[in-house]
């Protein structure tokens, strides 16, 4: 798995396929059947249904449907069916989320950053930020003269950029790193968790995995106790009651007492969706249930989490298609050099 980003590639787009959303952190995300030059790609269900595609310089990841896109140094969105939903005008543009996009524009010589709703239409003007994050529990991370701090939904400051870095809101704390320390904030800017990790991701089903200075990662509560001590490599989010961690140079799955229920064996790993998660195993990337038992066969260069309509996007070879719980092909990509 990468950032889902791709390089002048193709998107091939369906007048009758609308592609699923799928559920990752904290986000609907719609990964896009992306396909190199030349490639095609049909709909399994209809093997004669000819594609259209247009070509784009960068596609990013699909959320809350629409995808940002880039041609000629100027960014747009399409949509799901690979129609331009949104016109290519600005310098930068990021993913959507609580129906706002984070967007750049060059002025004097430097970006401002604005948000824009799904018509396109700017709802906070650009502004002299130096980054900003998208939009989660109504407040958005924004950067200024070096510096984090959050705006609300007009583009009000509602905590004062002070931060050297932030992450976003989740289950109403928010990571933030002071003097290389990481600690917790709440929506008013309060310090919730003194600043005392190295690393520190969000909340999710009320835990959050943090690392310390020895390297290890645990898990704590909303008050900063280590619910689960500092023992693994590494660790993902909770995610249907399991996380994902990895001990030396495995991973495997803990419940949330920190016993392992999934023995470290795996070269890779995230967190199940759908009562599935995807494994990597003899460098190709399958999927297992909650006993630890392989259900579709490591085969995938790379692969997704499955979402709520039960589909997850799979890769091999630069071909992209979407598979069921069984490992069925839904939507499948045809690539004819």
Avoid at 164 to 191: I, T
Avoid at 218 to 239: A, C, H, L, M, N
């Amino acid at each position: 798995m990468g950032d889902w980003t791709y390089n002048h590639y193709t998107v091939a787009s369906f007048a009758s396929t609308v592609l699923p959303a799928i559920v990752f952190g904290y986000l609907l995300v719609v990964p896009a059947l992306i396909v190199r030059s030349q490639d095609t790609i049909q709909s399994a269900a209809n093997a004669d249904t000819k594609a259209q595609t247009v070509e784009f310089d960068i596609v990013r990841d699909f959320t809350e449907g629409l995808a940002a896109v880039e041609v000629g140094q100027k960014w747009g969105y399409i949509d799901t069916k690979g129609n331009l939903a949104i016109p290519l005008q600005f310098d930068w543009a990021w993913e959507f989320s609580e129906g706002l996009a984070g967007v750049g524009i060059y002025d004097s010589g430097s970006i401002k950053w604005g948000f824009i709703d799904k018509t396109g239409t700017v709802v906070i003007p650009p502004q002299p930020f130096d980054r900003v994050r998208g939009f989660t529990e109504g407040l958005a991370a924004v950067a200024m003269n070096g510096k984090w701090g959050y705006i609300d939904r007009t583009g009000k400051i509602v905590i004062q950029p002070k931060f050297d870095n932030a992450s976003r809101f989740w289950e109403g704390l928010a990571p933030v790193e002071v003097d290389e320390q990481w600690g917790y904030v709440n929506q008013d800017g309060q310090m919730m968790v003194q600043p005392r990790f190295e690393l520190a991701q969000e909340f999710f089903e009320e835990l959050a995995g943090v690392m310390t200075s020895d390297g290890k990662t645990g898990y704590i509560d909303r008050t900063g106790k280590f619910v689960i001590p500092p023992q693994f490599d590494w660790g993902w989010e909770f995610s249907e009651g399991l996380a994902a961690v990895k001990t030396g140079n495995r991973w495997g799955f803990i419940d949330k007492t920190g016993q392992l229920v999934i023995q470290p064996q795996f070269e890779d790993a995230w967190g199940f969706s759908e009562g599935l998660a995807a494994i990597k195993l003899h460098a190709k990337w399958g999927y297992i249930d909650k006993t630890g038992r392989v259900v579709i066969e490591p085969q995938f260069d790379n692969t997704f989490r499955f979402s709520e309509t039960g589909l997850a996007w799979v890769e091999v070879g630069g071909s992209a298609w979407y598979i069921d719980k069984t490992g069925k092909s839904v939507v499948s990509s045809a690539a004819e050099q």
